[in-house]
């Protein structure tokens, strides 16, 4: 892998190209990823905001559940945001019938946890990793984490609830940085994106 990553983005439903936007900006070579065949040529991927039991069910119709289980299980670096947030958690409080996730951190994600108190809202959230000040975090019918495994890091906090976490290769924001002009959540990503591509060259 060259100094610029090709991250793809799971465009199955749901806000695709504002991260692929964000991506770019980040330095990364960015592509939507719907089959199987997509997913093998990409060096990491981003999961988008949107409707996770339609994610859920779109990536079956696909084919493409299966082969996104297993690059996770072989450390592809990936990054959830909200919905996307929900498909990374090992298991979920609430499912609707028929939603899968892919899974990858060993936590519980409560679905439209800050929904019942306040449907989209705005926040500043400080997160471990992202120097320079707090991002700007905007939730809409947002997850919060329930809880998490011993092997999960926590990045950041809202009122109390988990809403980053990193395990491994796979980070979840239960906000929506591709929504901001500020990429630095992006930058991140790409940056595990590259220290994996390094470490898998050596
Ligand atoms: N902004 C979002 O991605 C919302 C997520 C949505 N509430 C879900 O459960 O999938």
């Known amino acids: 892998m060259s100094d610029t990553p090709v991250i793809g983005v799971l465009a199955l439903q749901g806000d695709v190209r504002e991260h692929l936007v964000a991506l770019a900006v980040a330095d990364a070579v960015a592509r939507p990823v719907r089959r199987p065949e997509e997913l093998a040529e990409v060096d990491g991927l981003v999961v988008p905001g949107g409707e996770s039991t339609t994610i859920s069910k779109l990536a079956v119709l696909f084919g493409v559940m299966e082969p996104l289980r297993a690059r996770v299980r072989d450390g592809m670096p990936v990054y959830g945001t909200c919905a996307g947030m929900i498909m990374l958690a090992d298991k979920i409080l609430d499912p609707r019938s028929g939603q899968e996730t892919i899974g990858g951190i060993d936590m519980i994600v409560r679905r439209n946890a800050f929904g019942r108190q ?10 471990r990793g ?35 976490v990193r395990q491994g290769n796979a980070l979840a924001t239960s906000f929506h940085p591709e929504l ?11 940056d595990m994106v590259r220290a994996n591509g390094a470490a898998r060259s050596l």
């Open 118 to 127: 306040n449907e989209s809202f705005e926040a500043a959230v400080d997160v």
């Open 130 to 164: 992202v120097e320079g000040g707090p991002v700007e975090g905007v939730f809409i019918r947002a997850p919060w984490v329930e809880s998490v495994g011993a092997a999960v890091e926590v990045l950041a906090e809202h009122d109390g609830h988990v809403v980053a």
């Open 180 to 190: 901001t002009g500020d990429h630095r959540v992006h930058r991140l990503f790409a």
